[in-house]
């Protein structure tokens, strides 16, 4: 058997890209970075950057996250950090033609956090903002915003990426905890409810979902306390349980 000769095949990279999911002004945001370099300089993407040799794909993403952005996040099982966020592995890309300049294979991430500060660019990004996925998402090939700053088609295959990150948010939510990975450290049902309607998109009613969450094992924990932030006679403030899979699940309703 021939020796293994490296160049004899052609160059691959990988990269990481990150699905960063908020709640924001009660919709679901996404995290986008305008490009400060080429190719698709100029264009709306979400962060993200080449694999270093010396680091694994999940450190790779944290950094590119802190790098470009200024938040921090952290893996289900590390230590919290400030604004501290769910970040799990959520699907490889490997279109030939996905980048122009070569071969990249990129390993995306879902990270899911609480409301989080405005984003700094840096790296290679020239700027970065929250906006809807909806407005990211748009199908006419021309997103926008009411401030007209979004008026182009997310660069790469990040659409597409976008797409299945959301989905899989508004999925896991139904049978995981995953839902109070949006909420702060100690929350009311009525936080938690207002996550759930603006990952799924939908109106839950109140009493119901209150009976569903307060009822479902390992779910939520009352702390003790109570908060009047939302206004209104002081409502019991929870924090999430030990629980990860939810039994009975929290079905998403048909729209």
């Not at 400060?36 to 993407?45: I, L, N, S, T």
């Not at 033609?97 to 990270?111: E, G, I, N, T």
Request: charged fraction near 20%; include cysteine; hydrophobic fraction near 40%.
């Amino acid at each position: 058997m021939p020796p293994y000769d490296p160049s004899a095949f052609p160059p691959l990279a990988v990269t990481v890209d990150l699905v960063v999911l908020t709640v924001r002004r009660h919709a679901l945001c996404a995290l986008a970075v305008r490009r400060g370099e080429p190719p698709f300089q100029g264009r709306w993407a979400l962060p993200g950057g080449f694999v270093r040799a010396d680091e694994d794909l999940a450190e790779a993403a944290a950094r590119e996250l802190a790098e470009e952005t200024g938040l921090h996040a952290c893996p289900p099982a590390g230590p919290q950090a400030p604004y501290g966020a769910h970040l799990e592995q959520l699907a490889t890309y490997g279109d030939p033609k996905r980048d122009p300049r070569m071969r990249v294979v990129s390993v995306a991430h879902l990270v899911l956090a609480p409301d989080l500060p405005a984003p700094k660019a840096g790296g290679d990004a020239h700027s970065a903002r929250w906006a809807p996925v909806e407005t990211l998402l748009e199908q006419d090939g021309n997103p926008h915003t009411r401030d007209g700053e979004l008026t182009a088609p997310l660069a790469f295959d990040h659409a597409r990426i976008l797409s299945d990150g959301v989905e899989r948010a508004r999925s896991k939510i139904e049978y995981s905890s995953l839902a109070t990975a949006f909420c702060p450290q100690e929350f009311t049902v009525g936080e938690l409810r207002r996550v759930y309607e603006a990952v799924w998109g939908v109106a839950l009613d109140p009493r119901n979902f209150h009976r569903k969450v307060t009822g479902t094992p390992g779910f939520l924990v009352p702390t003790g306390g109570t908060t009047t932030r939302q206004g209104g006679r002081p409502a019991q403030l929870f924090r999430a349980g030990g629980a990860t899979l939810l039994n009975p699940p929290m079905l998403r309703p048909e729209v």
